[in-house]
């Protein structure tokens, strides 16, 4: 997969994330995510904030976090969802579909990775019927190193996540099968719905309920 190719696919999937948002109605941009603690704003907020802050102020932001990046990207997503409306954050992302930006050592791969996770975050988060296409899923999937994997901290110890629309899987133990997207989403220590997963322990990785 060539880097135009990958760059493609991160445009088509912001122009149709817009699409989806400017359906939303406005009630539902306070809704919870898949991002604990995070509602949609907040991860709009979250995946706007390259395009809205320049190298210099991430740096500063960094500084005040005291180098953890988890730690600054909670406080500025969760400032700049309070100072800015929906359609000014929408507004941002509607702007900037076509924008260049990469993450730190990630590459045009980790700005599609970026883009499709917090994307699934608010649509499964929302129960929204929206598939990422497979062969983007497939992008982020295989473009993923085991130190991706570890930085989510996710124990996928005896457990083999196979996908159902796609020819993927990880791990070698008990399968636990379902779409691509969703057990991308397990991969990133996310926790699902409800009936998304089968297998045996597909508990495991659910979410309960309260």
Sequence with gaps: MTDDEVRAAVVA??????????????????APTLCEGWRVREVVAHTTMPFRTSLGRALMELARARGNVNRMADRTARRDAAALSPAQ??????????????????????????????????????GLDRRVPPERVAMVLTGMSP????????????????????????????????????????????????????????????????
């Design 13 to 30: 999937e912001r122009a149709e994330q817009v699409d989806l948002l400017a359906a939303l109605p406005a009630d539902r941009w306070d």
């Design 89 to 126: 954050l929408l507004a941002a992302l509607r702007d900037n579909v076509a924008h260049r930006w990469t993450p730190p050592g990630g590459g045009v791969r980790g700005a599609l990775s970026h883009d499709v996770i917090h994307g699934l975050d608010i649509t499964v988060g929302l």
């Design 147 to 210: 130190r991706n994997v570890a930085f989510f901290g996710t124990d996928l110890t005896g457990v083999q996540l196979r996908a159902t629309d796609l020819d993927w899987c990880h791990g070698e133990g008990t399968p636990v099968r379902g779409l691509a997207q969703d057990l991308l989403l397990v991969v990133c220590g996310r926790r699902l719905p409800a009936g998304r997963l089968d297998g045996p322990t597909a508990t495991r990785f659910s979410r309960r309920d309260p």
